[in-house]
């Protein structure tokens, strides 16, 4: 059974391996290393909240509101900079994860303690914070001028080969692969998604871990935010619009299920970079924008129905797979 | 903020009520009524108004408008505005249909009423002053491109969505005078939503899928700031020029930088005193305002009526490395 989800994350490897191939054939400068690079500095945001999303959903749970969660607190810390640009970028993206954890912490508290569901809490608190990003801003735009340079440069500064963006995905990914297989809270994650009832037979505490699940997607959010306002060099009401599916559609994709309790940290940053791939690739092989939207909607649906039907005897795999890795 | 604005209007208004009679019985007394105080776009459009007001010398400009952009709020002004028996109202309205019964009611006591920027239904104004129209904006997105391309060259194009009305018309009427502009090349169209992100990767596609790409033209302000970013991540800037329509304040970065050498949006200021001395031609003057009438308005030349009594002030204005300081701080 150990075997069964490096095979779909080799599935969708592959998937990825294949468009690569088809878009070089199309416009082979898009396979240089160099690009690649660009691609998945690109795709850093996307990767960084899918894992955030991969936690809330693995426990039954989803957030709407990672995308208003980051335009806020990129407006926030670009209104930061603006107020004191001689903050040091450090304290700024202290304050923005804490920000954001706290957002998240928000709708923790009302799946938790209100047991309202998810979807309902994440859909208005994702339409309170766009509304507080205008209060704040009074609907005015934080531009590329008002930012000091060290805030918009430090995403941007290559270090080892790749910008700072990409290696805090790749820090990310680590941290995550090793919180999510290795640590207590990683592996209740899974069994409350997998079967709730059960894991309050073995003493884990089902809201409360759905609330800190919340919290984490919360933080990764803000980091994101931060980065994302420093990557574009401009902040306002909208920007992130509709990411927030995004972000799902790369959960689904990396085949975690919508329904709790399984899925990998491998399979939400391939999820990730697939659509990175499609996001990036579509621009360059001159394919007419009317498609575009069909294309990546097509992806998601047959990465859906791949793992639909993989997705047999669920819960009872995650369980066992849980044992065996304590 | 809101509690100055409050006050703000409070004292304009309280100052124009006790304060009629102070004024010289001959002032003409023209109300220019924005969408909402405290925007710098506006404040620039009463700078151009006082201008106009010092030109024409007789004239007292009475700038005013809501706290917040509601309909509701200019209704209120405007009824205060009547009861004043100012001379001539001048509105950048908040609703179409809504602010037509209290300018019914103006026109019906004598005041001169004419809508600017933003407009009212044909009911409830004389006539309407657009910043522009579609035809000089398509010319003026391509004449910025090919004003720096004296030996022809490469541009494409990133627009909004592929159904946003304005961005489509305009490319339209820019493709309608392209044969005024010899080798200049259109290689694509691409679309960035409206949505920084995407318009970013559009413009490094269009980089990497014309390397001797020469221009990107965005009629729009997310995606003309968004292309600029991504020229300068690139580090294109110097070759790829981008141009098209944006705000001066969200420009500055991408001027500074050189990622944009000059792009274009209509002024304010001008738009202020257009309209200021529009108002003034028909409440003093005798002006008719009807489908084909020609108004002058002193310094912009003159307005040319359509047949639903609109008319477009001026090209686009154009603003680069030489004046983007003055406006950055403006709008």
Known sequence: MMRFIPVREAILGSAILILLVLVASRFSGFVAPSNLANVFNDTAPLIILALGQMV???????????????????????????????????????????????MGAINGVLVWKLSIPPIVVTLGTMTIFRGIIFLISDGKWVNSHEMSAAFTGFPRTVFLGLPVLSWIAIFTVIVFGIMMARTQFGRSIFAVGGNPHAAVYTGINVGKTQFWAFVVAGALAGLTGYLWVARYAVAYVDIAGGFELEVVAACVIGGISIAGGIGSVGGAVLGAIFLGVVKNALPVVNISPFWQLAISGSAILIAVAFNARSGRAKGRIILKSAEATQ | MSVIKKLATSVALAGAMFGTPAFAQDDVRIALVVKALGIGFFEAANEGAQEAAEELGNVEIIYTGPTDTTAEGQIEVINALIAQQVDAIAVSSN???????VLQRAMQRGITVISWDSGVAPDGRQLHLNPSSNPLIGNMIIKLAADHLPDGGEVALLSATTTSTN???????????????????????????DLADKSYREATGLMQSYPDLDAIIAPTSVGIVAAAQAVVDAGKVGEVNVTGLGLPSEMAGAIESGASQSFAIWNPIDLGYSATMLAYELSQNGVEAAPGAEIPMGRMGTLTLDENNEGAMADPFVYDASNIDDFKSIF
């Open chain 2, 95 to 101: 609703d179409t249909d809504a602010l037509v019964p």
């Open chain 1, 56 to 102: 809330v959903i693995l426990t039954r749970c989803i957030d709407l509101s990672v995308a208003a969660n980051l335009a806020l607190t990129g407006m926030a810390a670009a209104m930061i900079n603006v107020a004191m640009p001689g903050l040091p970028i450090p304290v700024i993206i202290a304050i923005a994860v804490l920000m954001g954890a706290f």
């Open chain 2, 167 to 193: 961005q489509n018309i305009w490319m339209e009427e820019m493709n309608n005078v392209m044969g005024d502009y010899p080798g200049i090349e259109v290689v694509a169209t691409v679309y960035g939503d």
